[in-house]
């Protein structure tokens, strides 16, 4: 072949080479655009349900004097746009009629399926129909009720592993400076999207020691442990007692559970869950009926020295059994 012939080819190779290279330079910097605009709108929609009118505070009632017994509620479990609307209306009555001192959230109250794709069950089409937006926007107004029913004197919110999915995805996005990470929990977080410090709710991250504990995620209020997960097996009451040997109350089951025990060295202990307050058949069980319970738990415990009595409140169909023992106390 002629030199000059080959010279052409060279040139010609060549330059389909470069017209690949920007041909994918700039299907490269359209999909970087496209993504830059996808995410500003995401912001703006978050930014629309953070802001679209302000959170309920916590103000507590006046009448509350500050004397007998502590009143506390626990629940967990509601997960946002999931929730179940009976069992919900069931804890929001009972939240009027108990007016406690305190409640505790026990975790993933929001749910942050739609958040990441990853969390999708495979297979069902209405799972994509979840958005985060509209599980901000749900969770802000549950989170109203809640605070409205209640007027209680201080709430606390444990983070659970649903919460906890948008703040490892934060954390992996590799950028270079915290403060790039730091804007992403500010604009995509639980903790920030539920307005939790403007409701003066306080947060218990997960990765974070809490008070006198000696392991990250554990919360202790007068006597008991708290803690979103730390046991899914069948006797996951007793393997929290095993783990903690102390009072302990645990999450993430959705199961309702209740167990005593008297070790020697130690005395009566024993280990609570709540339940859920969710639907309690999610897509990814798939045709597999779950062992789920709706619920909630009372405390009421004594001020002079903080020993208490912890109750499991079934709610079945949404009715809510606490009636029953707030209407034996009727004269």
Not at 113 to 141: C, I, K, P, Q
Not at 227 to 238: L, M, P, T
């Amino acid at each position: 072949m002629p030199t000059t012939s080959r010279r052409s080819l060279v040139e010609i190779v060549n330059a389909s080479k470069v017209t690949a290279a920007e041909s994918d330079a700039a299907q490269a910097r359209a999909q970087l655009e496209a993504e830059r605009r996808a995410h500003a709108e995401t912001v703006k929609a978050l930014e629309r349900s953070r802001f679209a009118k302000a959170p309920k505070k916590i103000t507590p009632a006046t009448s509350k004097a500050g004397t007998g017994d502590i009143v506390e509620v626990i629940f967990s479990d509601v997960h946002g746009n999931k929730h179940d609307p009976a069992a919900m209306a069931a804890l929001l009555g009972d939240l009027k009629t108990l007016s406690p001192d305190r409640i505790i959230i026990g975790g993933d109250f929001i749910d942050c399926g739609g958040f990441l794709a990853e969390h999708h069950t495979l297979g069902y089409v209405a799972e994509t129909e979840d958005s985060y937006e509209d599980d901000v926007a749900v969770s802000n107004s549950l989170l109203d009720q809640i605070l409205h029913a209640a007027s209680p004197k201080e709430a606390h919110y444990i983070e659970g592993n649903h919460e906890w999915r948008v703040e490892r995805w934060a954390l992996t996005q590799r950028l270079a400076h915290h403060k790039d990470v730091d804007l992403l929990r500010r604009t995509f977080c639980p903790e920030h999207v539920l307005r939790l410090k403007d409701r003066g709710i306080r947060y218990y991250r997960q990765g974070q020691m809490h008070g006198d504990c000696d392991t990250p995620g554990w919360v202790k209020f007068d006597k008991a442990f708290f803690v979103h997960k730390i046991s899914n097996a069948r006797d996951a009451a007793g393997q929290a007692m095993a783990k903690a040997a102390a009072n302990i109350v645990f999450f993430d089951t959705h199961r309702a559970a209740f167990k005593p025990m008297h070790l020697p060295g130690v005395g009566l202990i024993s280990a609570w869950n709540p339940g859920c307050l969710c639907k309690r058949q999610p897509l990814y069980a798939n045709t597999r009926p779950t062992e789920w319970t709706h619920g909630y738990l009372v405390r009421f415990i004594s001020r002079r020295t903080g020993n208490f009595q912890m109750t499991n409140i079934t709610i079945n169909e949404g009715t809510s059994y606490a009636s029953l023992l707030l209407k034996s106390k009727a004269p």
